[in-house]
Structures are given as structure tokens and as C-alpha cells.
């Protein structure tokens, strides 16, 4: 409904726009148009400045007709008093062109619109799918350009022409504040625009510094509205920033966002905007160039997004970059103490030493886009809601500073907003020059957002760059962008998923318990749910019994990060592999037998994944000599077969997502005991039908397993006796089930 509120806007005033082609006397909301909007202004007398700064900056004819524009006019001692005030004479001949052109086409928004579509204009759908009416767009496009500009990099010293898109002005609608719940509008008003002359908050308008006097003038090709004062064009918010007289309080948070910054060349642009002189025109970004959002605001832009289709409502007109800047002196202390290890205490020029990857967490943090401008009185009312979750206070009380920009708003203070991923699992990835590899990879596919949750608890396996790189790791990063990372092993480049396998093999939901407090077997499983390791007497293990030697730890707020000396690795080897072993051989004739194995030691249809317990060759021995197996009769092996799928239990048909080992039963790590029934492959594909078995796990018996057939009848795994395969977690038996009884007959 959105999209259909704007095209009733502009097809309203279109229809306005040739209606009053035919006859500048008919009538228009119950107003006659009473001409052009210079012939209008004309007839006052008192507005001579401003007709000549259109007809000198060559905007007459766009006013006279020439388009759909509404006008805000400031009479000729509220425009001589601006000129004065900063060219030192009332004449418009003295102002430089390009000047007067970007002065009075911010005066100029681009169609018509009504008082009322100033006072209610939200661009959000209520349930009946009309317009909510909440006055919360704030800001309209207008026809002023700034010029193109030279601009020279501060850190590479690059000379670029940066092209900007037509600035917004801002119309607020004094009924916005009452609907947001804000019963100080005034006092909210002149944070953002200290020397208005405050009209009231009856449904009233305000264009910037200026307050509306007249309304909704009716002309041939709009409306007119008169202003009180000369409506300053505002800058960006980078443009703010960049002025080293009013903005020296945030030189850091400048340096940090030229350490991310990027210009993009643009040939539809330079084609259509460097005339004559055949200029290369670039867009001025930070981080990388967005599409429709930007990962970092785009504080430097008028814009959010930038394109040549000519859609004039390319973005949410209610939106802002909201900036909560921290000032230099506690900015500074904060980045040298967090930033310590990489040498910032000792350099004077130290923002060069920050990763950019932190950099990016960190103005993630302070600035958001697409989202509605915050007023003051709303940071008393409610938290700003980080990108990730995060809950930042901030009173009016405690505002250093406020800045309206074209684009934003700029809220000074004398607090930093941590970003969580400072703080929660990924804090030493940023804070340790010697976890880069790491730090870079969890901006892959976002996986920080994984680490960031404050209602659970993790462990993260580490290794430094040097160990991962002993290891064959590797990771760089793209010289054209910001973030565009590369990440190598041994095999080669490492795509987008394989670096995510990675990190889940490396993350764990829970906290460890303390290595040198367990000496009992514990089992744990990865987010990615296929690695596996264990601790046992004081010691971290793998899958296969490798000891993983811990080289530090460190706590966050959400759980602890350990850095060991190599990475986890992946399981390797079929069950058949357990299979071929010499204490198994038994157990595999007897597969071989029924037409379920082979001479590898594998089932002839595997097990996709599951837990398998293999009776030793002592077991199968004694049970053949106890009538415990089924013999083959006359070649029917189906008995047998039946029998020996028993000691087989798929995963998925019980809905297991990991394997059952001791200390980690169906919903993860516990300390606690478990137990259940599960499907065995013996007949599981007929539900009626199904053999079923116990499987439990008891602290007290911690290194083993025991289970159950369907008669009651228990069998105890020999104590740490597991082989972990890449399709199974293999388990040892001394004692075999009864085929006479085990099925509860």
C-alpha cells in the first residue's frame, strides 16, 4: 500500500499540474489558483530577492510551469538578513552561482504537495491498507544538486570528483511528535534547530530552521509555502564531520570511517552529468558499494541508493542515519584500551592499526540506517536497538551535542555503544591481532550473528594464524573493496560454505566443564553436528583420541574461547573400519553370511548414519555355542539377518541429530542421565512391526552405554571403548542378545 500512497501522490499531482494548464482560476481543494508561483510572489511585492534568485540560478521557468514543484519563499528581509549574515551584502549578484542554485533549489521540492500530505505522510500501511497518517516522513526530495566535487582521500591521498544526488529538505510535521508520544515538541525541535522562531505545535509546519507562516498556496503547477527565514541547506553527516572548525570533537570518528571508505566510478553518471569536460564521476561510499541497504549508512551520501532510473521515491522519505557519535577524548581512551595488543597505547596516529573488520562492528554499532529519525525525546522512552541485538541507553540529559544533517542526525556523547560481538564469544577474534584468520571468517555469511546471543551459553575452539597456517590455512583480503575476504587450505580456495563448516566444527552450544576439574569421560558435539571430541583425565581430546593441547583461554560474556594448538578435524572412515578390525572378525562373518556385508567389512546397503555395537569375537562364540544366534536353515538367512540389524540404530529414523555417547544424550551435552527406546534397523520399515532397543547412559557408569532388548535383557558397552567413523559412532559388547528372547516373544 505504500507503493500505491505514492503513485496517488503523484498522480494527484499530475492531474493538478493539467488541470491548471487548461485554467489557473479553477478550483483546487476548495482554493483558486491564482497563477504561477513567481506571478504570485510578484503580486505580494516583498519577495523580489527570491525571484531573482530563481531567475539567476535559471530555476524561472521550472517555477513558471516548467514542472511540479512546491515552493517555500522567503520574503526579501528574511533572504537579504541570510545574505548579509554570510556573504556580507544583501545583493544576489554577488552570490556565486553555483551557490544560489544549491540555496534556492532546496527551497524547490520535487511535486505537489498539500498541508496535509505534510502533516500526515508516513508511507506505512494501517490494517485497512490506507496510509497510517502519522506525519513520520520528515523529509522531501528537492531540486537542488550540490556541485561536483574534487575530493582527496585522507589516507591515500587519491584526488577523486565525487557526484551527489539532489538533496532532501526537512518538513516536519509538528504532528508527528504528538503521535510518537513526545509532549515537549519545542523543546525536541530546538535541539535539532536552535534559532526557530516556534509557531506552535497545533498541526503546525517547519521547514528546517524556518517556520511555515502560509500554507498550501494553489498554483498552476503546485503549491506555494511561505517560510520565515532562508532555509540553510544541511550538510551529510560526513560533511558535518569533515568541518574541522565545528566537528573537532569527532575527528576519530571521521578517521574511522576514511579508514572504510570507497569510491566507486560510475560510467551512466559521467556519461550523463561531467558535460563537456568528460570527468570521471565517482559515488563516495564506506565499506562497500550497497544495493538497496547499505552495511555501514551511507553518511556521505544524499542517498541511500543511487541508480539512473529516474524513481523519484527510491527510499523511505521517514528515514535517517541515526549517529550516536562518541567524542573524541572518551573515544580514544576506549579504542587504545580495547585496541591495546595491537600497539595502540604507544602510537599516536593509532587508528591505522585497527582491523577493518572491527572498524565495521564498531560504526554497525553507532549508526543505523532505514530506520525511522530518532527524536530526543524517544532516546528517554525506549533503548537504540543494535544490529545485533544490543539494548544502548542513552537520555537526553546525557547528549553532548545534536546535529540535523541532510541525511541524518548526529547525537554527541560522551559514552561508547560496545557492539556485542566486542563482547560476547568473537571479543578475542577482534581484540588479538593473532586470530585474523577467525576474526575475518565469522564476517563470512554473518556467522558473528551466531555468537551474539546473550540467552545461551558457548564454547569456541580457536587456533592462531600461525598454527592454521602450519596447517595449510590461510585468509587475505581484496584490495578493490572493504570485506571482500579470501580464505585457502591445503585443498585449495575455500568457497563461502566450506569456511562456515569450519567455524561450526570448531562451535559448541554450552559451557566446557573445567579441564583440570574432569576426569571422567565426557563426550561433545559441534554446532555442525558431525565433530565430535571429549575430555577424560584433565585433557581435551578429538574423535580419535588425539590429544588437543589448550594454549590459552579466554572468557566473554557468553561463554569461553579456548585456543588450541590445531583445529578439530573431521571424522574419517566408514564403520567398516571398525569392522576390519581383528577383535570383529566374527561378527563380520556372520554379516558376510546373511548377504549384509562384504570381505571390507561393510554393509552391502550402509547405514547412512548411526550407532552400531559390535560384540567382540569371545561374544559371538559363546552365543553360537549357546543357541543365542540363529543358525541357517536349508539357506534362509532371514532369521540371521533379522538378528544381526539389530545391533544397527539409524539416526534419522529416530530423529537423533547426533550420535549418543556418554555425556551427550538427544538434546545435547548433559551431566545428567538419559534413556529411551529407539528403532533398530531389524524390520524398522514397518512401524507394526518395528525391534526396537534401550539405549542409557549413567553418570555413575560414566564410560559406557547400556542397552536394552525388547524382553528387558541389558548389555553394558566396554568402558571407552568407541570408535567415531564418518557414518557411525561404533561401540564394543562383551556379551551378545539371545535371539529367542530378545525380541519380547
Not at 523543546?187 to 509557531?199: A, C, E, I, K, S
Amino acid at each position: 500500500m505504500k507503493v500505491f500512497r505514492l503513485w496517488s501522490l503523484m498522480l494527484s499531482a499530475t492531474m493538478l499540474f493539467l488541470v491548471a494548464c487548461e485554467s489557473m482560476d479553477e478550483k483546487d481543494g476548495g482554493k483558486f489558483s491564482l497563477g504561477s508561483t513567481c506571478r504570485i510572489l510578484e503580486s505580494r511585492g516583498n519577495f523580489t530577492s527570491f525571484i531573482k534568485a530563481l531567475d539567476r540560478s535559471g530555476y524561472r521557468r521550472l517555477v513558471d510551469g516548467g514542472g511540479l514543484v512546491t515552493v517555500f519563499a522567503p520574503d526579501d528581509a528574511a533572504f537579504g538578513s541570510y545574505l548579509q549574515e554570510k556573504y556580507g551584502t544583501t545583493d544576489v549578484d554577488q552570490v556565486p552561482v553555483e551557490e544560489l542554485a544549491l540555496l534556492v533549489g532546496c527551497h524547490m521540492i520535487q511535486f505537489a504537495y498539500t498541508p496535509e500530505d505534510f502533516l500526515s505522510f508516513s508511507m506505512v500501511s494501517s490494517d485497512d491498507g490506507t496510509d497510517t497518517g502519522d506525519g513520520a516522513c520528515y523529509k522531501y526530495k528537492t531540486y537542488g544538486r550540490p556541485a561536483i566535487e574534487e575530493y582527496t582521500d585522507p589516507l591515500n591521498r587519491r584526488k577523486v570528483k565525487i557526484f551527489s544526488r539532489e538533496k532532501y529538505m526537512p518538513v516536519f510535521s509538528t504532528r508527528m511528535f504528538a503521535k510518537r508520544g513526545i509532549s515537549d515538541a519545542e523543546g525536541d525541535y530546538r535541539l535539532l534547530f536552535p534559532d526557530v522562531n516556534w509557531q506552535g505545535a497545533n498541526d503546525r509546519l517547519y521547514a528546517g530552521n524556518a517556520a511555515v507562516t502560509e500554507s498550501g498556496i494553489p498554483t498552476d503547477n503546485g503549491y506555494l509555502y511561505i517560510v520565515d527565514k532562508v532555509m540553510e541547506p544541511a550538510r551529510t553527516v560526513y560533511k558535518e564531520l569533515s568541518d574541522n572548525a565545528s566537528s573537532a570533537d569527532y575527528s576519530l570518528c571521521k578517521g574511522l570511517f576514511d579508514r572504510v571508505s570507497l569510491y566507486k566510478y560510475d560510467a551512466t553518471v559521467s556519461k550523463n552529468y561531467a558535460g563537456a569536460s568528460g570527468d570521471s564521476l565517482f559515488y563516495f561510499y564506506h565499506w562497500k558499494e550497497p544495493l538497496r541497504t547499505a552495511e555501514i549508512p551511507e553518511i556521505a551520501s544524499e542517498w541511500t541508493y543511487h541508480d539512473e532510473s529516474g524513481v523519484v521515491f527510491d527510499r523511505g522519505l521517514r528515514y535517517a542515519n541515526n549517529c550516536f557519535l562518541p567524542q573524541d577524548d572518551v573515544l580514544k581512551e576506549y579504542l587504545k584500551n580495547y585496541f591495546s595488543e595491537y600497539g595502540t597505547q604507544t602510537q599516536e596516529d593509532f587508528l591505522g592499526l585497527i582491523p577493518k573488520n572491527a572498524i565495521y562492528h564498531f560504526l554497525r554499532a553507532h549508526v543505523y540506517g532505514t530506520r525511522d529519525l530518532i527524536l530526543p525525546s524517544e532516546l528517554n522512552m525506549s533503548p537504540v536497538v543494535g544490529v545485533n541485538g544490543e539494548r544502548f541507553n542513552l537520555s537526553t540529559s546525557e547528549l553532548k551535542d545534536v546535529r540535523y544533517c541532510s541525511n541524518g542526525v548526529i547525537y554527541g556523547m560522551d559514552k561508547v555503544f560496545e557492539p556485542a560481538v566486542f563482547t560476547c564469544l568473537t571479543a578475542p577474534l577482534f581484540r588479538y591481532p593473532q586470530f585474523t584468520f577467525y576474526a575475518r571468517a565469522f564476517n563470512t555469511k554473518n556467522m558473528y550473528q551466531q555468537t551474539v546471543d546473550m540467552n545461551n551459553r558457548f564454547t569456541l575452539f580457536i587456533q592462531n594464524d600461525q598454527d592454521l597456517a602450519t596447517a595449510g590455512y590461510s585468509s587475505s583480503e581484496g584490495s578493490s573493496t572493504h570485506g571482500d575476504y579470501t580464505f585457502r587450505s591445503k585443498s585449495g580456495n575455500m568457497n563461502a560454505n566450506a569456511v562456515s563448516n569450519l567455524l561450526m566444527s570448531q562451535f559448541v552450544y554450552g559451557d566446557l566443564p573445567a579441564l583440570e576439574e574432569t576426569d571422567e569421560l565426557r563426550y561433545f558435539v559441534a554446532k555442525d553436528e558431525k565433530t565430535y571430541f571429549y575430555i577424560k583425565d584433565k585433557a581435551l581430546f578429538d574423535y580419535s583420541g588425539k590429544e588437543l593441547s589448550v594454549k590459552a583461554s579466554f572468557d566473554t560474556d557468553n561463554g569461553t574461547v579456548y585456543q588450541t594448538d590445531r583445529v578439530i578435524p573431521a571424522r574419517v572412515g566408514a564403520y567398516s573400519e571398525t569392522g576390519k578390525m581383528p577383535e570383529y572378525q566374527q561378527f563380520k562373518s556372520l554379516m558376510i553370511t546373511a548377504g549384509l556385508g562384504n570381505n571390507s567389512g561393510g554393509l552391502v546397503t550402509p547405514i547412512a548414519d548411526g550407532l552400531v555395537f559390535f560384540p567382540t569375537n569371545e561374544a559371538i562364540l559363546a552365543a553360537k555355542d549357546a543357541g543365542m544366534i540363529p543358525e541357517v536353515v536349508d539357506g534362509d538367512v532371514t532369521e540371521l539377518r533379522k538378528y544381526l540389524q539389530y545391533y544397527f540404530v539409524p539416526l534419522k529414523k529416530n530423529k537423533l541429530n547426533f550420535y549418543l555417547l556418554p555425556g551427550l544424550g538427544p538434546e545435547g551435552a548433559t551431566t545428567e542421565a538419559y534413556s529411551g527406546r529407539y528403532v533398530t534397523l531389524s524390520e524398522y520399515q514397518n512401524e507394526t512391526d518395528a525391534k526396537t532397543m534401550g539405549i542409557a547412559w549413567n553418570p555413575d557408569v560414566p564410560e559406557s552405554l547400556t542397552i536394552t532388548d525388547m524382553a528387558g535383557n541389558t548389555i553394558t558397552t566396554e568402558p571407552g571403548v568407541i570408535y567415531l567413523r564418518t557414518n557411525c559412532a561404533t561401540y564394543s559388547i562383551n556379551t551378545c542378545f539371545d535371539y529367542r528372547t530378545m525380541y519380547g516373544n
